[in-house]
T-cell receptor, first 117, second 111 residues
Framework: NAGVMQNPRHLVRRRGQEARLRCSPM?????VYWYRQLPEEGLKFMVY????????ESGMPKERFSAEFPKEGPSILRIQQVVRGDSAAYFC???????????????FGAGSRLTVL | TQLLEQSPQFLSIQEGENLTVYCNSS?????LQWYRQEPGEGPVLLVT?????EVKKLKRLTFQFGDARKDSSLHITAAQTGDTGLYLC???????????FGGGTRLMVKP
């Protein structure tokens, strides 16, 4: 009964390094969402992907951030040249279909906590 | 931009007390969801409300969707320490392709 798997759970990087966060959606789910959560705050949408396609990246910073969801393998959120402000918890969620319906439920992973020194 | 405003932001109460938290917006939503997030974990869905005026009960939790489908409330009766967590209301954006989250209500129930 594997849910949404995220790794690493904790990642420490120095300023200027790259961070790669991975997300394996639930079995049968082809829609993946990435959210960022700063301490003491709610979740902010970053990007929504289906297999091999970015559907909505309106919440993703234009520079240094990228996401992919290849045909095979997990979804990857990549942050290049990290800065201290990138320190946050990054959550991935998956769903079996696109949203808009009350019946569509997102299942979240436990998150990846990035600390930039 | 659709905004979900949650209040209060923080709430600290004693075990056994009742409480209500609110989620308000100027936008109309086709549905609204409540999640709870515990420290170090991802959010977990509690309920989805769809119909204006709808009331759903989940044990000691009562969820209400406003008649105009712009707001919602969560009432907890006889709070327990296990209710401690971050309560998030969410709704789909106009394009229907992603959830917008409110800022959350951080609840602390003290023994």
């Amino acid at each position: 009964n594997a849910g949404v798997m995220q790794n690493p759970r904790h990642l420490v990087r120095r300023r200027g390094q790259e961070a790669r966060l991975r997300c394996s959606p639930m079995k049968g789910h082809s829609h993946v969402y990435w959210y960022r959560q700063l301490p003491e705050e709610g979740l902010k949408f970053m990007v929504y992907l289906q297999k091999e396609n970015i559907i909505d990246e309106s919440g993703m910073p234009k520079e240094r951030f990228s996401a992919e969801f290849p045909k095979e393998g997990p979804s990857i959120l990549r942050i290049q040249q990290v800065v201290r402000g990138d320190s946050a918890a990054y959550f991935c969620a998956s769903s079996p279909r696109t949203g808009g319906s009350g019946a569509n439920v997102l299942t979240f992973g436990a998150g990846s906590r990035l600390t930039v020194l | 931009t659709q905004l979900l405003e949650q209040s209060p932001q923080f709430l600290s109460i004693q075990e056994g007390e009742n409480l209500t938290v609110y989620c308000n917006s100027s936008s109309v939503f086709s549905s609204l969801q409540w999640y709870r997030q515990e420290p170090g974990e991802g959010p977990v869905l509690l309920v989805t409300v769809v119909t204006g005026g709808e009331v759903k009960k989940l044990k000691r939790l009562t969820f209400q969707f406003g008649d105009a489908r712009k707001d919602s409330s969560l009432h907890i009766t006889a709070a327990q320490t296990g209710d401690t967590g971050l309560y998030l209301c969410t709704a789909y954006n106009n394009a229907g392709n992603m959830l917008t989250f409110g800022g959350g209500t951080r609840l602390m129930v003290k023994p």
